[in-house]
């Protein structure tokens, strides 16, 4: 008989029954037996759920944790039952650990007691609707529920960030303390100078946009929309770019939490008239759309409008810096944002961050080789009066944006403006250019930085070790490509003149550069002269001499240097030391026709320094490997053995593959295999990580060809292209020539086309096997073919030579050979030729220019409607002329200068003719431009200097004021004569004083 099936089980529960505990598991058991009232109960069930969905998604998260961990039994301790059989313990099993205690309203103490049971038996069994929850109050809990998590941003996914606050806190905590100390100091560092002039700091606004991250990490919005249109204030405008800031910066991003900027509306609509058709891509055209705009927006909008592109359109905000940097309207602290606003887009540059809606182009490498160029436009023309303004991450990260020609512009730029890089930045631009090879601009970023350091403060900086490494760097790439060795003599010199102490690290890159160059009579000239100077050799003093010595035509000489070398090795403990000691046996003994004495001699200078067991493993047969492994454990843990380098076994495995080839072809092929094996069962870890790199594996197929064993060789290749190492250029190019020297033409090609087809790019010597191969094989065309990669370096070698001498069409082979170099010169002409164009297409400076006529009609003033209208549109007028001091201007202009009536005009053949080439270029500046539109528009007098100037035959000045048929004709006096202008200049002064503004007199 099935259960009983109660329908109101929450009345039962809430009476007080002796022996319910004991009839709950068969009371509240389910019924098997489906009934009617089952789809209505699945229905009521399913707005259960989604009723306490809602309630838990609105549930404070700590308080749901606490509720959680609660115990379900009851507290009672009358009737708290332990017992696994009572109702207590069967609710404790079966209760699920989410649900919260449900509160019941019964007055009834049994209430108290089963209320666990009533909640059970309401999840499970209750028959009677629910009413669901008025809109209002679901509303009102949802309005409370996030106030309790509005500390950390309430949410689901803060519980994490609860977890782990205190770890968090610590950390931000140091982070903060660190930046605001660094605040400090630069404080203390530049006490004489005023608040605006410390605001011109690029250093200074970075501390403050790290600690207003650091501070507000928990803002998730920043709303720019209620901060007065677009006259931000500065700390706003630290605030906005710190939150742009958060998604580039690592160090950034770990403290503080995504954050939202809201922009102003009006912003989406000054971006599409902005950057309307053609003007998202045409410079000039973004330009003519910004001067269409009315003095108001452009004085009051560019600052949202910028932090709206560099937020949503980053594409496109290197556009308009160019325009709001040409605008003579906009002056006066616009630096300050042009620079930071430049920073945040190097650092999307160099992170390679293009979001797709982000308004790029689609040649991103185009967009990201264009930008150093658009910096030198743009700090030439805004930032180059202000020494401070620009960040040293803004020009740490143009080393990374720029190739070695951009560098060398940007440096001299830099340097000439004598715009401020600190020790750091310095040593940057150095080892830039040190890496490059470009020695002497290394040097000479040295000199800069020990002209502008106190003679007092010299001794420390000198003595800094990134100082003397970046020496060393420049010492060692100044004879990259085996050049410029016989200036190693100049570049220390210049390093000692500079009062840098030579230290042992870079005798060691002088004597690796002499030994690199077969000079190695002033190799051991320097080392002698060490103990002399005060210094002791290191460990790398001894190993780049002897792989000098190894790397001489004739090594066997320095055989009593290779003694001496190895007794230190061994008393030392120095692995590498030692390796190069097997490295000059090898090379010694490596033209020996005595093989078996060549692996004696290297297998007794390996056993007197490194351990037995990788080539021990490797000599026993495979079946015997876990026998070996045995016998060698107390061996192996020898404390005055090292551990082997995979380079040494690479040296012993190198005479184990000579050795075989004497003895055999099938004695070549069980090595391999064996090894093949070892790395397998990863017997040994020194053999297995030597496998990983492709040199042994080539080092096989060396032997494999010159035995001519193509199908091993096939198999080895097989091998290396389904394991781990994949086989790299010299694989192909072995492989390839052991089928040239085969006469095996069509397999070599077929070789090649692998290779190419596997993206692997051909090298140089690559091009040589092809060359070699036709010339054996008498293919005149495909030597004309090859022959056009090949350098002019590399068709002098004398292989090359005698192969083309023995080629029997002379006739045909001349004009081939003649075809491929007038092929090479064209090809070389060209390159060059667009290399120019891309340079000078990137450098050209922007023409931003825009005649009278079009200023007019693009630009047009909003007519007044009464005399009061008339007055506040001229008093708005003279207000965006941003009238300063005469220090103050950019291009130093003073139009605002009265003009005495009783000065005598100047006579007109007096002064000398200005050149043509300068009267265009002042036609092209667009401020003289916007000056003749504000002298024709009346509100400046004219400059009669430049007038009297003009060449003859240039344009005559026009006899009536442009404008004059403009409804507003009559608010302005009649400009005539001198006198007249003059009255018309000290009215507007007189207005200008009696607002406060200040005006050079």
Not at 83 to 108: E, R
Not at 600 to 614: G, H
Request: with cysteine.
């Amino acid at each position: 008989m099935p259960p009983a099936r109660i329908s109101n089980a929450s009345f039962i529960a809430s009476a007080e029954f002796p022996i319910l505990p004991f009839l709950a598991p068969r009371i509240f058991a389910e019924s098997p037996i489906r009934r009617r009232s089952d789809r209505y109960n699945e229905q009521r069930r399913g707005i259960q759920k989604e009723k306490e969905k809602e309630d838990n998604e609105n549930v404070d998260l700590r308080a749901a944790s606490e509720l959680a961990s609660r115990s379900t039994y009851c507290n009672s301790p009358r009737h708290r039952c332990q017992g696994p059989g009572t109702a207590g313990g069967l609710l404790q099993m079966t209760a699920p650990p989410w649900k919260s205690p449900v509160k019941t309203q019964a007055s009834n103490p049994a209430a108290v007691l089963y209320a666990e049971i009533s909640g059970f038996a309401r999840t499970r069994l209750s028959t009677t609707p629910i009413a669901k929850a008025s809109p209002r109050k679901v509303a009102s809990r949802r309005r409370k529920t996030p106030e309790k998590a509005s500390e950390v941003g309430g949410g689901r996914e803060i519980s994490g960030l609860r977890q782990q606050s205190p770890l968090l806190a610590a950390r931000r905590g140091r982070a903060l303390a660190l930046e605001r100390q660094r605040l400090d100091n630069l404080i203390s560092r530049t006490a004489g100078q005023t608040a605006a002039t410390r605001w011109q700091d690029g250093r200074y606004r970075s501390l403050l946009r790290r600690i207003s991250n650091l501070e507000r990490w928990d803002s998730c919005v920043l709303d720019l929309a209620q901060k007065g249109g677009g006259s931000l204030e500065r700390q706003h405008l630290i605030r906005a770019f710190a939150a742009l800031d958060r998604s580039l910066y690592p160090s950034v991003g770990r403290h503080s939490r995504k954050i939202i900027i809201r922009h102003d509306p009006r912003c989406v609509k000054w971006s599409a008239d902005l950057f309307r058709d053609a003007a998202k891509h045409e410079l000039h055209l973004t330009w003519k759309n910004w001067i269409a705009l009315d003095i108001r927006t452009r004085t009051g909008a560019w600052c949202c409008l910028l932090l709206y592109l560099l937020d949503r359109k980053p594409g496109r905000a290197m556009q308009f810096i160019h325009v709001i940097a040409n605008d003579p309207l906009l002056r006066g602290e616009k630096s300050e944002a042009i620079a930071d606003a430049l920073g945040h887009l190097s650092k999307l540059h160099t992170k390679g961050v293009y979001a797709p809606d982000g308004g790029w182009s689609v040649d991103k490498t185009a967009v990201k080789r264009s930008y150093v160029p658009s910096f030198l436009h743009i700090y030439r023309k805004a930032l180059i009066r202000q020494r401070n303004v620009c960040s040293q991450d803004l020009l740490f990260n143009l080393v990374e944006l720029s190739d070695i020609k951009d560098l060398k512009k940007v440096f001299d730029s830099l340097v000439e403006s004598r715009a401020f890089l600190s020790f750091d930045t310095f040593l940057h631009y150095a080892n830039a250019f040190a890496k490059a090879g470009e020695f002497k601009s290394a040097l000479r970023c040295l000199d800069v930085l020990g002209a502008r350091t106190p003679s007092a403060s010299w001794g420390a900086v000198s003595d800094r070790e990134r100082l003397r490494w970046t020496c060393a760097l420049i010492l060692r790439k100044s004879i990259a490509n085996n050049q410029n060795y016989h200036e190693t003599p100049g570049i220390v010199a210049a390093i000692v003149r500079l009062g840098i102490r030579m230290d042992i690290r870079m005798y060691n890159v002088v004597m690796h550069n002499a030994m690199e160059a077969g000079d190695y009579a002033t190799a051991f000239k320097v080392y002698n002269a060490l103990e002399s100077n005060g210094l002791q050799a290191d460990q790398y003093t001894h190993s780049i001499l002897l792989h000098g010595c190894a790397s001489q035509s004739d090594p066997t000489r320095f055989s009593r240097f290779a003694t001496h070398c190895a007794d230190i090795a061994e008393k030392t403990q120095d692995a590498w030391l030692a390796t190069d000691y097997l490295y000059y046996l090898w090379a010694s003994h490596q033209n020996d026709t005595d093989k078996q004495q060549t692996l004696a001699l290297l297998r007794q200078a390996y056993d007197r320094f490194f351990l037995p067991k990788p080539i021990e493993v490797l000599e026993h047969r495979p079946r015997n490997t876990i026998s070996v492994n045995k016998s060698m454990e107390s061996s192996s843990n020898s404390p005055l053995k090292l551990r082997t380098l995979p380079v040494a076994l690479y040296l012993l495995l190198q005479a184990h593959i000579q050795l075989a080839m004497e003895r055999g072809t099938q004695q070549v092929l069980s090595l391999y295999q064996r090894f093949q094996l070892l790395v397998q069962q990863d017997t040994d870890s020194t053999l297995t990580e030597l496998a990983k790199r492709p040199i042994i594996w080539n080092a096989f197929l060396l032997a494999f060809c010159k035995q001519q064993q193509f199908a091993s060789a096939s198999q080895l290749i097989k091998d290396m292209t389904n394991g781990s190492p994949q086989p790299n250029i010299y694989t192909w190019n072995i492989f390839m020539q052991a089928f040239f020297k085969t006469s095996q033409v069509q397999a070599a090609e077929r070789v090649f086309e692998i290779l190419r087809s596997r993206g692997v790019d051909p090298d140089q010597y690559t091009h040589g096997v092809l060359l070699r191969g036709y010339a054996k094989a008498q293919h005149v065309e495909r030597i004309g073919e090859i022959m056009q990669q090949v350098t002019t370096e590399d068709e002098m070698d004398t292989d090359l030579l005698r192969l083309l001498a023995r080629i029997v069409n002379r006739n045909k082979l001349m004009l081939t050979l003649e075809k491929s170099r007038l092929y090479k010169e064209v090809k070389l002409e060209e390159a060059v030729r667009s290399e120019a164009e891309e340079v000078g297409k990137r450098w050209e400076a922007p023409r931003l220019t825009l005649n009278e006529p079009e200023a007019m009609e693009s630009n047009p003033v909003a007519l007044p409607s009464d005399d009061k209208a008339a007055e506040s549109d001229n008093s708005l007028i003279e207000e965006n002329l941003d009238l300063q001091p005469q220090d103050a201007f950019e291009d130093g202009y003073d139009f605002l200068r009265p003009s005495s009536s009783d000065a005598d005009p100047p006579p007109v053949s007096a002064p000398p003719l200005r050149s043509v080439q300068e009267s265009l270029e002042d036609e092209m500046d667009p401020e003289v431009q916007y000056r003749r539109l504000r002298e024709q528009l009346g509100i400046v007098a004219p400059d009669l200097s430049k007038t009297l100037h003009e060449a003859p035959g240039g344009p005559a000045p026009p006899s009536n004021p442009f404008g004059a048929g403009l409804g507003f004709k009559s608010m302005l006096p009649r400009v005539e004569t001198p006198a007249a202008l003059g009255d018309m200049s000290k009215g507007v002064i007189r207005k200008v004083e009696s607002k406060g503004n200040p005006i050079e007199k």
